[in-house]
């Protein structure tokens, strides 16, 4: 089983960039897809980025593609959400997820992002 902690949210003002880090614990890490999504307040949770296991394959909701770049590191269990040109409507909060099937089944507990305007 993998545990997900994630790590670098914050306040920041448009323009500006963050770097978000999702820590893995657990041997079986490499065989995941990992994925970031996102809820406002107030607003489901939505689909951000995801990344293959072998970190191959990226694919990205079309409001933060060109801004966001999804990466991992298989050998320091980590999975990371590059994150520029942030805009107000990024507030939320984010999570990291892994599934090893077509459903993501592992969730961290979230980290508050916060631009302002």
């Known amino acids: 089983q993998v545990q997900l902690v994630e790590s670098g949210g914050g306040l920041v003002q448009a323009g500006d960039s963050l770097r978000l880090s999702c820590a893995a614990s657990g041997r079986t890490f490499s065989i995941y897809n990992m994925g970031w999504f996102r809820q406002a307040p107030g607003k489901e949770r939505e689909f951000v980025a995801e990344i293959t296991w072998r970190g191959d394959t990226t694919s990205y909701a079309e409001s933060v593609k060109g801004r966001f770049t999804i990466s991992r590191d298989n050998a320091k269990n980590m999975v990371s959400l590059q994150m520029n040109s942030l805009k107000p409507e990024d507030t939320a909060v984010y999570y990291c997820?892994?599934?090893?099937?077509?459903?993501?089944?592992?969730w961290g507990q979230g980290t508050q992002v916060t631009v302002s305007s």
């Open positions: 997820a892994a599934r090893s099937s077509s459903t993501y089944s592992l």
